[in-house]
């Protein structure tokens, strides 16, 4: 019995599969036909477009804070690349670089 739920809440069933679930398990069907009440209501619909804006947006964010975290370490690199190679040329005529 679990794994019918688990199959009927798996994203990756099919329409055939849920049909021959529901036909098998009557609590399987009821909440079907409930969560179809449920989904077509327009207070839901909004809520859902709200929700996958708002993890858009999430997404948008951590990915450009990502892309400036990775420049700034390029950056940061060429930087410290730079002065490794002044370090090393002045280091093999005695003098130090400050």
């Not at 989904?39 to 450009?64: C, H, P």
Request: aromatic residues 8%; proline residues 0%.
């Amino acid at each position: 019995m679990l794994w019918r739920w688990l199959t009927y809440l798996d994203v990756n069933t099919s329409e055939e599969e849920l049909e021959e679930l529901m036909e098998r398990d009557g609590a399987i069907a009821k909440a079907q036909r409930r969560l179809e009440e449920v989904t077509r209501g327009e207070g839901f619909r909004r809520a859902y477009i709200s929700r996958q804006k708002a993890l858009s947006d999430w997404m948008t964010g951590v990915n450009t804070a990502f892309e400036k975290g990775v420049e700034k370490g390029r950056s940061e690199d060429r930087d410290e690349s730079r002065d490794d190679i002044a370090r090393h040329a002045l280091g093999h005529r005695g003098l130090r670089l400050t």
